[in-house]
T-cell receptor, first 118, second 113 residues
Framework: AQKVTQAQTEISVVEKEDVTLDCVYETRDTTYYLFWYKQPPSGELVFLIRRNSFDEQNEISGRYSWNFQKSTSSFNFTITASQVVDSAVYFCALSEARQNQGAQKLVFGQGTRLTINP | KAGVTQTPRYLIKTRGQQVTLSCSPISGHRSVSWYQQTPGQGLQFLFEYFSETQRNKGNFPGRFSGRQFSNSRSEMNVSTLELGDSALYLC????????????FGNGTRLTVT
């Protein structure tokens, strides 16, 4: 069965610090997708990144970067020079490819509540 | 482009009643998924619809059902409500499903008393 573990329930840092959110996943599939979503207090989940299992290149987008390591089944997310606006709950999620069926089912981690203090 | 719209935002129901939640996807998106979010269980997949057909279903009892209309709008229904059904219900849309990023609505917060 698929499983996503975000061991850090809550993280609190001071503004401008760097912070890394951990994500470890389990799957028997050889083809799968990993996602990160951000949930601000308003409730909607905001898509941040998608990575497929064949692409282990790290990615950087502004202050955000992601480290995908298949060998350790991890997909960690780092925010550099954090800002108060980064405060939110962050979710890591896993999806099977299921190309034949086409349907998508995300398995989410429990989320990490990130608080950036001024 | 308008985002995913869910109505109503808040609902209060009594045990045993039934409830219908509505979701309008982003224009052009044909896949609609529903998720339940609770403090204890986190985010759990309910079902996914594409072109009025349910393609995938999560591990929820038969009291939870849904449908999708020809304009891609979707509804989910929960019958015989239980206290444990209190949750934030999130709808998400994508062009085809197929592991493309999901666009989520603000959710409907259901409270069962």
């Amino acid at each position: 069965a698929q499983k996503v573990t975000q061991a850090q329930t809550e993280i609190s840092v001071v503004e401008k610090e760097d912070v890394t959110l951990d994500c470890v996943y389990e799957t028997r599939d050889t083809t799968y997708y990993l996602f990160w979503y951000k949930q601000p207090p308003s409730g909607e989940l905001v898509f941040l990144i998608r990575r497929n299992s064949f692409d282990e290149q790290n990615e950087i987008s502004g202050r955000y970067s992601w480290n995908f390591q298949k060998s350790t089944s991890s997909f960690n997310f780092t925010i550099t020079a954090s800002q108060v606006v980064d405060s939110a709950v962050y979710f890591c999620a896993l999806s099977e490819a299921r190309q034949n069926q086409g349907a998508q089912k995300l398995v989410f981690g429990q989320g990490t509540r990130l608080t950036i203090n001024p | 482009k308008a985002g995913v719209t869910q109505t109503p935002r808040y609902l209060i129901k009594t045990r045993g009643q039934q409830v219908t939640l509505s979701c309008s996807p982003i224009s052009g998106h044909r896949s609609v998924s529903w998720y339940q979010q609770t403090p204890g269980q986190g985010l759990q997949f309910l079902f996914e619809y594409f072109s009025e057909t349910q393609r995938n279903k999560g591990n929820f009892p038969g009291r939870f059902s849904g449908r999708q209309f020809s304009n891609s709008r979707s509804e989910m229904n929960v019958s015989t409500l239980e206290l444990g059904d209190s949750a934030l219900y999130l709808c998400a849309s994508s062009p085809t499903g197929r592991n493309s990023p999901l666009h989520f609505g603000n959710g409907t917060r259901l409270t069962v008393t």
